[in-house]
């Protein structure tokens, strides 16, 4: 069957994908250099938590493929309203950046906090993910 939920856990770096309530894949993660707490506005590299959905992808992006977490939802930009702050956007998950071609490099990269709020995987990873996560798939994130 395919994958019917994926689930982050930000504080222990791991992402899952579930099948009736199963996990069936675990995976660790990277994330941003500002992990703790939910994202509030641009720029401020942390990972948003809460319910989304995995709303279109990218076999083309700058990154080793990638797959749009729906952040910001409704309440997301009322809170940024209130605070007079740019919500941002663009979180994705996705494998390493394409320009990174040295397995040494790599290994630095693999499992280090190192995006801008996004949630990487290695490519080989990646390439699972994608294959196995339908464009619709609900990801909750958990802190």
Same mark, same amino acid.
């Given at each position: 069957?395919?994958?019917?939920?994926?689930?982050?856990?930000?504080?222990?770096?791991?992402?899952?994908l579930?099948?009736?309530?199963?996990?069936?894949?675990?995976?660790?993660?990277?994330?941003?250099?500002?992990?703790?707490?939910?994202?509030q506005?641009?720029?401020?590299?942390?990972?948003?938590?809460?319910?989304?959905?995995?709303?279109?992808?990218? =076999? !083309?992006?700058?990154?080793?493929?990638?797959?749009?977490?729906? /952040?910001?939802n %409704? *309440?997301?930009?009322?809170?940024?309203?209130?605070?007079g702050?740019?919500?941002?956007?663009?979180?994705?998950?996705?494998?390493? =950046? !394409?320009?990174l071609?040295?397995?040494?490099?790599?290994?630095? /990269?693999?499992? %280090? *906090?190192?995006?801008?709020?996004?949630?990487?995987?290695?490519?080989?990873?990646?390439?699972?993910v994608?294959?196995?996560?339908?464009?619709?798939?609900?990801?909750?994130?958990?802190?």
């Amino acid at each position: 069957g395919s994958i019917e939920q994926v689930l982050v856990y930000k504080a222990e770096r791991r992402m899952e994908l579930h099948i009736d309530d199963e996990s069936v894949r675990s995976y660790r993660i990277s994330l941003g250099d500002n992990p703790i707490g939910h994202k509030q506005q641009e720029g401020d590299e942390r990972t948003p938590e809460g319910d989304y959905l995995l709303d279109w992808r990218n =076999p !083309n992006s700058s990154f080793y493929k990638s797959i749009h977490v729906s /952040y910001p939802n %409704a *309440d997301d930009r009322a809170r940024a309203r209130r605070q007079g702050v740019d919500p941002g956007g663009m979180i994705m998950i996705h494998g390493r =950046p !394409n320009w990174l071609t040295s397995p040494v490099v790599a290994r630095e /990269y693999d499992g %280090a *906090d190192w995006t801008d709020g996004c949630i990487a995987l290695t490519n080989e990873e990646m390439e699972e993910v994608w294959q196995l996560v339908a464009d619709g798939t609900p990801i909750r994130i958990l802190p």
